[in-house]
């Protein structure tokens, strides 16, 4: 009845949407005095008698405009504004569903340039960048960014946050040229005051040559030119909050900027389960705006156990240049974040194991606690210069230095039964650990560019030799690390079947490791050619100390099985050829356009790793030689002012090699019912062959749809493989060398289509689609299985937003997952789960101060007998107080039915698991946050 009802309203909102009928007026502008079609015009209607803009649009290629979605009997002007012409008007009404011709509308040319003022139309082309005045646009006294962009033309603001620019997405937004506060979208657009902007700029940001090689493939970006003085900025927010169950939330981030410079202090404490991973996660959950239906900082229900966590944050940039261009970076940023996180988790679970024969069951049990507690710091700088030059080459250096410090001690206790073929047992631990490390991380990259500028070059003529035209690229990557790891264990082990076997031991674990690794990339292109040699290498070292000390019966004594000193060496090389050429290109000015380019890389590797231990089986070197040939294919194809398509074919080979740990484990019998052999001969390299299918359609205009498939079939040969021997009083695992080839197929979709219903109203769609399937060859015991897996995903949203008013957001994600033999011998290893996820967000404005948000997300899993329901709702209603509406009085309700009750289950190739684990449950919140904003000032 349900799914009835869901498709009768479906299917109504479509009708509604095709039904609705917009007036509109249409027309071409003509320069008078040469014939000329007028491209880029600014079109400008007003609602006579007012001043503020209702509806901006441009001329095309052809001079042709059209204005959408028109009040009828309303009394409009038309204003036809263009940079040395005189303004054309044009006064009319609209009648219900009227499309009105205005028909040719002819614009004389200004000869005397005093005559010729430049002012700024609502909505113009500087060159290449479409620009809106800001001042144009009537809005409320308190509105941002984010308002401002739902009102101009061609621009849509998803409900998930997402911008696009007639169907392509805009991924960033900078401020005067620069990142604003670490360049997250939502801080800029979410916190800025509407009245502090000048323009909004829209661009192809693309270079001059990828731009003719396909000029409508655009990569849009943002850029908000703020007003003289305001970029001298202050805003923030401090908040703290106090609830139910001894729950407790707060935050602070104070963000300054100059014309030149911008610091950020931020701090974040909760026990709610909040766990802040940046300083962009908090700046862009903390806007003045407010997050809405969209957050990613808040209290997690599907984690495990309870976190309390405290972090402090800076953040500081400055800009050498000054000069606010798009695209001439010569910016110094520096980061610190610290982290304190405390969390205890609690889990219990019953695994099915693989059965070796047909109603054989294997099952282990276990329990576990985990006190941990987690100090980290870490700190970032940054360097980016585009602007500089050696000799007559520019440069362009981006180099980031990372450095982190941390330090964490745990408390657990775990307990395992096991109920297997042969082997009827527990063990139960007590662990107390500290790991404590550092590490320093250095990454640059240098661009060497022709002599000709950055990204450009020139075919024939002698103004540029060959050399002259080489562009080359060195990257640079080197860290160091140094890590201690202490650990202390207390186990006692019970063998149900045979009372010789128990055990109750004691073990120490110190353990130093450190690491380098050095990487070098060069790579020599020739632009006119399309040919590129490079070069990749690689050095990896690793030093370790392990000191094991067993205590049994007041007897100290170092376990020789475990301890050893170990050096470890790996070095790859690897040459390529790269070539890249158009096979065939058209295009008709103002019509069609359509790029066809054909790509190949060849390059070989040499790797050679080398292990030497005091442990005589670990002593171990490997050497390996590869050929890895790719092509690819990529063709596009557009019509000006209607679709972008594109389609890319891409075949690579790859290599993968044997890792150390995985041929030659070291085995603690510190859990003598389980046991990880590794492989008793050394192991072939897996050879990987992938071929991809990708395309992609768009829709070149505002409310446009979008869609893009992803296929590809890769074959895994010589593969490795897990697989479970059940030996008398324990579990085994070994690897196993597979000769047969392994398959693995993958297809997903997703599409996008936002409609206007109204002028104030949007809905929009966003579907996603895909499935895997392959075999998986394994043995257990002496039986090899030949295990065929595969998924379905299914994801569906629906938004829709009623202006400054109401917003809704519906989330659906079902997934589906079987396995089974294909040799159906042991059918009770087959299974196939369900999994349906729904979440529905509101938000509704009641006024300009008061508001009110509820989500609930529904959680509907089954396998096999297995099934877990529950609803996760949470609501909160908040108050804005001040002139500025910055004060913000919250009250927040979580988990509102008491329905979160910590069950879950696992899929996996060689078991099936369920289990509890301790989360949060439902509490309440009282909170208050004060947002400090200041556009301008001294």
């Given at each position: 009845?349900?799914?009835?009802?869901?498709?009768?309203?479906?299917?109504?909102?479509?009708?509604?949407?095709?039904?609705?009928?917009?007036?509109?007026?249409?027309?071409?502008?003509?320069?008078?005095?040469?014939?000329?079609?007028?491209?880029?015009?600014?079109?400008?209607?007003?609602?006579?008698?007012?001043?503020?803009?209702?509806?901006?649009?441009?001329?095309?290629?052809?001079?042709?405009?059209?204005?959408?979605?028109?009040?009828?009997?309303?009394?409009?002007?038309?204003?036809?504004?263009?940079?040395?012409?005189?303004?054309?008007?044009?006064?009319?009404?609209?009648?219900?569903?009227?499309?009105?011709?205005?028909?040719?509308?002819?614009?004389?040319?200004?000869?005397?340039?005093?005559?010729?003022?430049?002012?700024?139309?609502?909505?113009?082309?500087?060159?290449?960048?479409?620009?809106?005045?800001?001042?144009?646009?009537?809005?409320?006294?308190?509105?941002?960014?984010?308002?401002?962009?739902?009102?101009?033309?061609?621009?849509?603001?998803?409900?998930?946050?997402?911008?696009?620019?007639?169907?392509?997405?805009?991924?960033?937004?900078?401020?005067?040229?620069?990142?604003?506060?670490?360049?997250?979208?939502?801080?800029?657009?979410?916190?800025?005051?509407?009245?502090?902007?000048?323009?909004?700029?829209?661009?192809?940001?693309?270079?001059?040559?990828?731009?003719?090689?396909?000029?409508?493939?655009?990569?849009?970006?943002?850029?908000?030119?703020?007003?003289?003085?305001?970029?001298?900025?202050?805003?923030?927010?401090?908040?703290?909050?106090?609830?139910?169950?001894?729950?407790?939330?707060?935050?602070?981030?104070?963000?300054?900027?100059?014309?030149?410079?911008?610091?950020?202090?931020?701090?974040?404490?909760?026990?709610?389960?909040?766990?802040?991973?940046?300083?962009?996660?908090?700046?862009?959950?903390?806007?003045?705006?407010?997050?809405?239906?969209?957050?990613?900082?808040?209290?997690?229900?599907?984690?495990?156990g309870i976190l309390q966590q405290n972090v402090l944050g800076g953040r500081y940039q400055y800009d050498f240049?000054?000069?606010?261009?798009?695209?001439?970076?010569?910016?110094?940023?520096?980061?610190?974040?610290?982290?304190?996180?405390?969390?205890?988790?609690?889990?219990?679970?019953?695994?099915?194991?693989?059965?070796?024969?047909?109603?054989?069951?294997?099952?282990?049990?276990?329990?576990?606690?985990?006190?941990?507690?987690?100090?980290?710091?870490?700190?970032?700088?940054?360097?980016?210069?585009?602007?500089?030059?050696?000799?007559?080459?520019?440069?362009?250096?981006?180099?980031?230095?990372?450095?982190?410090?941390?330090?964490?001690?745990?408390?657990?206790?775990?307990?395992?039964?096991?109920?297997?073929?042969?082997?009827?047992?527990?063990n139960e631990t007590e662990n107390s650990s500290q790991l404590r490390g550092n590490s320093a991380s250095f990454?640059?990259?240098?661009?060497?560019?022709?002599?000709?500028?950055?990204?450009?070059?020139?075919?024939?003529?002698?103004?540029?030799?060959?050399?002259?035209?080489?562009?080359?690229?060195?990257?640079?990557?080197?860290?160091?690390?140094?890590?201690?790891?202490?650990?202390?264990?207390?186990?006692?082990?019970?063998?149900?079947?045979?009372?010789?076997?128990?055990?109750?031991?004691?073990?120490?674990?110190?353990?130093?490791?450190?690491?380098?690794?050095?990487?070098?990339?060069?790579?020599?292109?020739?632009?006119?050619?399309?040919?590129?040699?490079?070069?990749?290498?690689?050095?990896?070292?690793?030093?370790?100390?392990?000191?094991?000390?067993?205590?049994?019966?007041?007897?100290?004594?170092?376990?020789?099985?475990?301890?050893?000193?170990?050096?470890?060496?790996?070095?790859?090389?690897?040459?390529?050829?790269?070539?890249?050429?158009?096979?065939?290109?058209?295009?008709?000015?103002?019509?069609?356009?359509?790029?066809?380019?054909f790509s190949s890389t060849i390059a070989g590797r040499f790797y050679k790793d080398k292990n030497e231990s005091?442990?005589?089986?670990?002593?171990?070197?490997?050497?390996?030689?590869?050929?890895?040939?790719?092509?690819?294919?990529?063709?596009?194809?557009?019509?000006?002012?209607?679709?972008?398509?594109?389609?890319?074919?891409?075949?690579?080979?790859?290599?993968?090699?044997?890792?150390?740990?995985?041929?030659?484990?070291?085995?603690?019998?510190?859990?003598?019912?389980?046991?990880?052999?590794?492989?008793?001969?050394?192991?072939?390299?897996?050879?990987?062959?992938?071929?991809?299918?990708?395309?992609?359609?768009?829709?070149?205009?505002?409310?446009?749809?979008?869609?893009?498939?992803?296929?590809?079939?890769?074959?895994?040969?010589?593969?490795?493989?897990?697989?479970?021997?059940?030996?008398?009083?324990?579990?085994?695992?070994?690897?196993?060398?597979?000769?047969?080839?392994?398959?693995?197929?993958?297809?997903?979709?997703?599409?996008?289509?936002?409609?206007?219903?109204?002028?104030?109203?949007?809905?929009?769609?966003?579907?996603?689609?895909?499935?895997?399937?392959?075999?998986?060859?394994?043995?257990?015991?002496?039986?090899?299985?030949?295990?065929?897996?595969?998924?379905?995903?299914?994801?569906?949203?629906?938004?829709?937003?009623?202006?400054?008013?109401?917003?809704?957001?519906?989330?659906?994600?079902?997934?589906?997952?079987?396995?089974?033999?294909?040799?159906?011998?042991?059918?009770?290893?087959?299974?196939?789960?369900?999994?349906?996820?729904?979440?529905?967000?509101?938000?509704?404005?009641?006024?300009?101060?008061?508001?009110?948000?509820?989500?609930?997300?529904?959680?509907?899993?089954?396998?096999?007998?297995?099934?877990?329901?529950?609803?996760?709702?949470?609501?909160?209603?908040?108050?804005?107080?001040?002139?500025?509406?910055?004060?913000?009085?919250?009250?927040?309700?979580?988990?509102?039915?008491?329905?979160?009750?910590?069950?879950?289950?696992?899929?996996?190739?060689?078991?099936?698991?369920?289990?509890?684990?301790?989360?949060?449950?439902?509490?309440?919140?009282?909170?208050?946050?004060?947002?400090?904003?200041?556009?301008?000032?001294?």
């Open positions: 009845m349900n799914l009835r009802i869901l498709y009768l309203l479906v299917v109504s909102l479509f009708i509604t949407f095709q039904s609705h009928a917009q007036s509109k007026i249409k027309g071409f502008i003509i320069d008078s005095t040469h014939n000329n079609m007028l491209r880029s015009v600014s079109v400008s209607v007003f609602e006579k008698g007012k001043e503020t803009v209702d509806k901006v649009g441009l001329t095309d290629r052809f001079g042709k405009f059209e204005i959408s979605d028109l009040t009828f009997n309303k009394q409009y002007v038309a204003e036809f504004t263009y940079l040395g012409y005189q303004k054309a008007v044009r006064e009319f009404v609209m009648k219900q569903n009227q499309e009105l011709d205005l028909g040719h509308i002819n614009m004389p040319f200004i000869e005397n340039e005093i005559e010729a003022v430049d002012v700024i139309p609502p909505v113009r082309m500087n060159g290449d960048t479409l620009e809106f005045n800001a001042d144009a646009f009537q809005l409320d006294s308190n509105a941002v960014v984010e308002d401002l962009l739902r009102r101009l033309p061609g621009l849509v603001v998803w409900g998930d946050g997402a911008i696009t620019y007639n169907g392509r997405e805009i991924p960033s937004v900078l401020v005067n040229g620069k990142p604003f506060f670490g360049g997250d979208m939502a801080t800029a657009i979410q916190n800025i005051d509407k009245k502090a902007v000048k323009t909004v700029q829209v661009y192809d940001s693309r270079d001059r040559e990828k731009q003719r090689e396909d000029p409508d493939d655009k990569k849009y970006q943002m850029n908000l030119i703020l007003k003289e003085g305001k970029d001298n900025i202050l805003m923030g927010s401090v908040g703290a909050g106090g609830g139910t169950e001894k729950r407790y939330d707060g935050n602070l981030n104070l963000n300054r900027s100059t014309k030149r410079a911008q610091t950020t202090l931020a701090y974040s404490v909760n026990n709610v389960n909040k766990s802040l991973n940046s300083i962009d996660q908090l700046l862009k959950n903390t806007t003045f705006k407010g997050i809405g239906i969209n957050a990613d900082f808040d209290s997690d229900f599907m984690r495990t240049l000054g000069t606010n261009e798009v695209g001439k970076d010569n910016l110094l940023k520096a980061s610190v974040l610290n982290r304190w996180d405390n969390s205890l988790q609690m889990n219990e679970s019953t695994s099915r194991l693989l059965d070796v024969v047909q109603g054989q069951e294997n099952f282990r049990t276990n329990r576990s606690t985990n006190d941990n507690t987690a100090r980290r710091h870490d700190a970032n700088i940054s360097y980016n210069n585009s602007v500089s030059s050696l000799g007559k080459r520019p440069i362009t250096v981006r180099s980031i230095l990372d450095l982190s410090q941390n330090n964490n001690e745990s408390l657990s206790t775990t307990f395992n039964e096991y109920a297997l073929v042969n082997n009827q047992s527990k990454n640059t990259t240098i661009d060497l560019h022709g002599k000709a500028g950055r990204h450009t070059f020139y075919r024939g003529g002698d103004k540029y030799s060959f050399t002259d035209q080489l562009v080359m690229t060195l990257n640079v990557r080197a860290g160091i690390s140094d890590n201690n790891n202490a650990k202390y264990t207390i186990g006692d082990y019970k063998n149900y079947l045979n009372a010789d076997l128990n055990r109750l031991y004691h073990r120490d674990y110190n353990e130093d490791f450190d690491s380098r690794n050095l990487q070098l990339d060069l790579k020599i292109m020739d632009q006119t050619s399309g040919v590129t040699l490079g070069t990749k290498a690689r050095w990896n070292a690793t030093d370790m100390i392990n000191v094991v000390t067993d205590f049994n019966n007041a007897i100290t004594a170092s376990n020789q099985d475990l301890s050893h000193v170990s050096n470890f060496n790996n070095v790859e090389y690897e040459p390529y050829v790269e070539f890249g050429r158009t096979l065939k290109s058209k295009n008709l000015y103002g019509r069609m356009n359509s790029h066809f380019y005091t442990l005589d089986y670990r002593n171990l070197g490997l050497a390996y030689q590869s050929f890895l040939p790719s092509l690819r294919l990529n063709y596009s194809y557009s019509r000006q002012n209607s679709f972008h398509s594109s389609l890319s074919l891409n075949y690579n080979y790859n290599e993968e090699y044997p890792l150390l740990d995985r041929m030659r484990p070291i085995y603690d019998d510190i859990n003598p019912a389980y046991r990880y052999f590794g492989t008793d001969k050394l192991l072939e390299k897996t050879g990987l062959h992938q071929l991809t299918l990708n395309g992609s359609y768009n829709q070149q205009r505002q409310y446009g749809f979008t869609f893009n498939l992803n296929s590809s079939i890769r074959r895994y040969t010589n593969g490795l493989t897990d697989s479970i021997v059940y030996a008398a009083n324990q579990q085994e695992a070994y690897v196993a060398q597979i000769l047969k080839p392994m398959d693995m197929y993958s297809i997903s979709f997703s599409g996008k289509k936002p409609f206007m219903i109204s002028k104030t109203q949007t809905f929009s769609v966003q579907f996603n689609t895909g499935t895997n399937w392959g075999n998986k060859f394994q043995y257990v015991g002496t039986t090899m299985q030949e295990m065929l897996n595969n998924s379905q995903n299914i994801g569906l949203e629906f938004y829709y937003t009623v202006l400054d008013k109401y917003q809704v957001g519906w989330k659906n994600n079902l997934s589906r997952y079987e396995r089974y033999d294909k040799l159906n011998e042991v059918s009770s290893n087959n299974y196939t789960s369900y999994s349906w996820n729904s979440g529905l967000s509101m938000s509704y404005a009641f006024t300009k101060r008061w508001s009110v948000n509820t989500n609930a997300t529904g959680r509907y899993n089954t396998s096999g007998n297995y099934s877990d329901h529950a609803v996760i709702w949470n609501a909160s209603t908040t108050y804005r107080m001040f002139k500025g509406n910055n004060l913000e009085l919250k009250l927040s309700a979580y988990d509102l039915l008491r329905q979160n009750m910590g069950l879950y289950f696992n899929n996996g190739l060689t078991e099936f698991t369920t289990g509890y684990r301790n989360i949060l449950t439902q509490y309440y919140m009282l909170s208050l946050t004060y947002f400090p904003r200041k556009f301008g000032f001294k």
